[in-house]
């Protein structure tokens, strides 16, 4: 479903990412991991639409998408959720989905009210249903816990209906409950979606990853299953036991 060929990008002298070539197949959740400024989130921004790589080519189902602004990305199928949060948060859980199911639906259009959209709404309460907010519905985003507000982040990734969901650790400053619980929505949503999912805890890697990718100044380092990820000692070296 996406793949990458020679993919690098440099911010003047530092080289973030090097002849990255990354396959992803159709359903696969695929961690990605490596220690700080390895260039996970930098391969996200470039796969979205947000950086513009220096050289080589992304392709998404065969089709190149390399240098397109993030609006066709993400028409095309890939949403994302990002390193901090983003979200609204002065409307409501339900807007800030809707308004990402609207973009996707509807386009932007002013001059109807949103009501007139029941399928908006009735797409926004069924994502909201699924990452389990459907009782926050009417609540400030502001309101939300830090836990609540990253799986709203899900939430309006998903509403853009994507093919392919980018989560750069979703579950960053959770409790060791709310990131249980975020994994087992991640595991939950992963039925319908590929899933590429940048996480920093070891464990949790290995129970969801199908395949694990590790990033080490801007290279790959090892692609592989988790277990021969784990039992990688180059792997070991570089980071499993920093
Ligand atoms: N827009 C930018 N301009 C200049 N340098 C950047 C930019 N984005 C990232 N970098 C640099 O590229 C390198 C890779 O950064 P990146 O954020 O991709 O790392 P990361 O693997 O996501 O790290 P972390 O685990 O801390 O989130 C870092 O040295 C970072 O400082
Ligand atoms: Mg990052």
Request: net charge negative; proline share 5%.
């Given at each position: 479903m996406l793949r990458t060929e020679g993919?690098?990008?440099?911010f003047g002298g530092l080289t973030a990412l090097n002849n990255v070539n990354v396959g992803i197949g159709r359903g696969e959740i695929r961690a990605i991991i490596g220690p700080n400024g390895a260039g996970k989130s930098t391969f996200f921004n470039c796969v979205t639409g947000v950086l513009r790589p220096t050289s080589g080519r992304i392709l998404l189902n065969g089709n190149d998408i390399t240098g397109q602004p993030p609006?066709?990305?993400?028409?095309?199928?890939?949403?994302?959720?990002?390193?901090?949060?983003?979200?609204?948060?002065?409307?409501?859980?339900?807007?800030?989905?809707r308004i990402a199911a609207q973009s996707r639906?509807?386009?932007?259009?002013?001059?109807?009210?949103?009501?007139?959209f029941r399928d908006i709404i009735d797409k926004a309460q069924a994502v909201l249903a699924s990452?389990?907010?459907a009782g926050k519905a009417d609540e400030l985003a502001s309101n939300l816990s830090h836990g609540e507000q990253r799986n709203l982040e899900i939430g309006i990734a998903l509403a853009t209906e994507p093919q392919l969901l980018c989560l750069d650790e979703p579950t960053a400053g959770m409790s060791a409950a709310e990131t249980h619980d975020t994994m087992q929505l991640v595991r939950k949503i992963?039925?319908?979606?590929?899933?590429?999912?940048?996480?920093?805890?070891?464990?949790?890697?290995?129970e969801l990853a199908d395949r694990i990718t590790v990033f080490h100044y801007?290279?790959?380092?090892?692609?592989?299953?988790?277990?021969?990820?784990?039992?990688?000692?180059?792997?070991?070296?570089?980071?499993?036991?920093t």
């Open positions: 993919l690098t990008i440099r609006n066709l990305i993400s028409r095309s199928g890939v949403a994302r959720s990002y390193q901090i949060t983003n979200i609204l948060p002065n409307a409501t859980t339900l807007e800030n989905v639906r509807h386009g932007w259009n002013m001059f109807r009210h949103y009501t007139e990452v389990g907010l992963s039925k319908d979606l590929t899933i590429l999912i940048v996480e920093h805890d070891m464990q949790l890697v290995m801007g290279e790959v380092l090892a692609d592989g299953p988790p277990a021969e990820i784990q039992s990688n000692p180059r792997v070991q070296e570089v980071y499993l036991k």
